[in-house]
């Protein structure tokens, strides 16, 4: 069974600070992709970064990078000069095609506070 | 474009009532999910539809929920007879396809259940 872990249930940083958020999971299969979702007090969910399985290059936006590591199944985000604004719940998903069902695999979340 | 489109944004209903949420997904995609989001069980999949059609209904949570999809345009998941331990925030996403994808998530919907 595949399944998503966030270890960090809550996190608190000094605004400008970096944070890194941790996920790991355990999969089978080779083809996947993964994802990072945030849920501000708004309550949409709100895609931030998401990494092909079968790409070495970690995915960059802006602020906000990942730390692929395939072998270890570990799906870090990093959150660089961190604002008022990141505070959020983040989610890690795991997506992939599995017995003809398109499975979408979620972590519990881990609740980040930026600070001012 | 205007995303997905979920309403009402907030239910309170009595025990017993039904409940329908309704749901208008990104032009163009053939995906569509309902989840309900607790404190206690985090995000599940309730049902996804592609291309209108119920692809995995597995995580309905009991008959007294079901879901449609008349259209490519237009979702609706109803809960009839509603119960108290109903009460969640539902969200309805929407995605091109294909395992690639993301999910574009709608506001949701906060239903209360007294």
């Known amino acids: 069974a595949q399944t998503v872990t966030q270890s960090q249930p809550e996190m608190s940083v000094q605004e400008a600070e970096t944070v890194t958020l941790s996920c790991t999971y355990d999969t089978s299969e080779n083809n996947y992709y993964l994802f990072w979702y945030k849920q501000p007090p708004s309550r949409q969910m709100i895609l931030v970064i998401r990494q092909e399985a079968y790409k070495q290059q970690n995915a960059t936006e802006n602020r906000f990078s990942v730390n692929f590591q395939k072998a270890a199944k570990s799906f870090s985000l990093k959150i660089s000069d961190s604002q008022l604004g990141d505070t959020a719940m983040y989610f890690c998903?795991?997506?992939?095609?599995?017995?003809?069902?398109?499975?979408?695999?979620w972590g519990a979340g881990t609740k980040l506070i930026i600070k001012p | 474009d205007a995303g997905v489109i979920q309403s009402p944004r907030h239910e309170v209903t009595e025990m017993g009532q039904e409940v329908t949420l309704r749901c208008k997904p990104i032009?163009?995609?053939?995906?569509l999910f309902w989840y309900r989001q607790t404190m206690m069980r985090g995000l599940e999949l309730l049902i996804y539809f592609n291309n209108n059609v119920p692809i995995d209904d597995s995580g309905m949570p009991e008959d007294r929920f079901s879901a449609k999809m008349p259209n490519a345009s237009f979702s609706t998941l109803k809960i009839q007879p509603s119960e108290p331990r109903d009460s969640a925030v539902y969200f309805c996403a929407s995605s091109l396809g294909g395992f690639n994808s993301p999910l574009h998530f709608g506001n949701g919907t906060r239903l209360t259940v007294t």
């Open positions: 998903a795991f997506m992939a095609h599995m017995d003809s069902n398109y499975q979408l695999i």
């Open positions: 032009s163009g995609h053939d995906y």
